[in-house]
């Protein structure tokens, strides 16, 4: 009855999609600290399993290679939280040197934009520039790093634990499935078809990101620059978010490379304008070759999500579930624009999300006439 009211309705149907919308939304909201860990458990599971899967081709036991499985991917957190925090604390500290360094410079500057712009009073925004710099600011970073190290291996141990339960169970899902299923729609295959697409997206995503953090890594440390390892660690993790990510992780290289101070007396020296170029030309072609044409080739047009789509992802995820959901905007949206292609009547919400509709095939129009 109710559906044929929305049939002769469809504005009635409309504001009923938008009314179930806005619950999800803020159901989902509600539940981040459950959902936010099980989600990013779903995502390391979906990268880990094909090396569960080899182990036990390998007649390895099950709890045997879930274990092994487990401990490399928890030598890997443990080795980025433990690298990064230390050396993202290095380079908070150097940061704040190099803006220390540069605050008589700042000073003429400031005073030629206050000239210029009447509206400012004198000396406002040196007094500003300067307040940020203070002593309380270099103690926040420290304590602040800290903290922050310290709350992300609480949460890892959480992903972890789910992991464990997940790849567990990655065995047994398919039987299930097919159980639920009897011998009615091959339930496990599209689930099977959803989690393959999933996987190769995640796979091919980490396995870009590794490469991209590995060569500026080397590249920053062939410029000289400070920190080449913090440098190559924060290009992979942005490399997950899309569009911006690229941009924030060439920002301190570009800060590092472009301002020059006596490392003796930690005196301004000057602004090297040349050696910035020439880092963030290495940014941008890494970034260029990786994403726009490596990237792309290998997952193929049907797993492209359009610009815009991407760009709002970002600021949807991130407000719903701050920075880690920021970082995974993109496979969140892929792993939603992959179920809706495999659900029959939700398939032109797909063909929104996407680049553009799929290839019509030869002679298409030939047989429509």
Do not use: C
């Not at 890997?76 to 925090?85: C, K, P």
């Not at 605050?103 to 500003?128: D, H, I, K, N, S």
């Not at 790093?145 to 398919?174: N, Y």
């Not at 953090?213 to 390892?229: E, K, R, S």
């Amino acid at each position: 009855m109710i559906y044929d009211q929305f049939d002769r309705n469809p504005g009635l149907r409309i504001l009923f999609t938008l009314a179930i919308a806005f619950i999800l939304i803020q159901g989902l909201r509600f539940t981040q600290p459950v959902l936010l860990p099980i989600a990013t458990a779903g995502f390391l599971a979906a990268i880990s399993l094909p090396a569960v899967l080899w182990l036990s081709r390998k007649r390895v036991p099950l709890a045997i290679a879930v274990l092994v499985t487990i401990l490399a991917v928890a030598g890997s957190f443990g080795l980025l939280i433990v690298v990064g925090s230390q050396q993202f604390t290095e380079l908070q500290i150097r940061l704040f040197n190099l803006f220390t360094a540069t605050l008589p410079q700042l000073e003429v500057w400031f005073a030629q934009l206050e000239e210029w712009a009447p509206v400012l009073e004198e000396g406002q925004l040196m007094a500003v520039a300067r307040e940020a710099v203070g002593a309380a600011f270099l103690t926040n970073l420290v304590t602040g790093a800290t903290t922050w190290a310290l709350a992300l291996l609480g949460s890892t141990f959480l992903v972890l634990l789910i992991l464990a339960f997940a790849l567990g169970e990655a065995l047994v899902l398919p039987r299930k499935l097919r159980a639920i299923a009897g011998d009615g729609e091959p339930l496990d295959e599209r689930f099977r078809k959803i989690i393959e697409e999933v996987q190769g997206y995640l796979v091919i995503k980490t396995l870009v990101s590794l490469a991209t953090g590995v060569l500026l890594g080397l590249w920053t440390w062939f410029m000289g620059l400070d920190l080449p390892i913090l440098l190559g660690l924060i290009a992979f993790v942005l490399n997950y978010v899309p569009t911006i990510g690229s941009i924030l992780a060439s920002v301190p290289a570009l800060i590092l490379a472009l301002i020059n101070v006596d490392p003796v007396t930690a005196e301004f020296v000057g602004i090297d304008i040349q050696h910035a170029a020439v880092v963030g030309l290495g940014y941008l072609t890494v970034n260029v070759f990786f994403g726009n044409w490596l990237e792309p080739t290998l997952m193929g047009r049907r797993l492209g999500l359009s610009t815009l789509i991407v760009v709002v992802s970002l600021f949807f995820w991130g407000w719903l579930w701050g920075p880690v959901g920021a970082l995974l905007s993109v496979p969140l949206t892929m792993v939603v624009k992959i179920m809706l292609e495999n659900t029959r009547d939700l398939q032109w919400i797909a063909v929104l999300l996407g680049k553009g509709p799929a290839p019509e095939p030869a002679g298409g129009q030939g047989t429509r006439a």
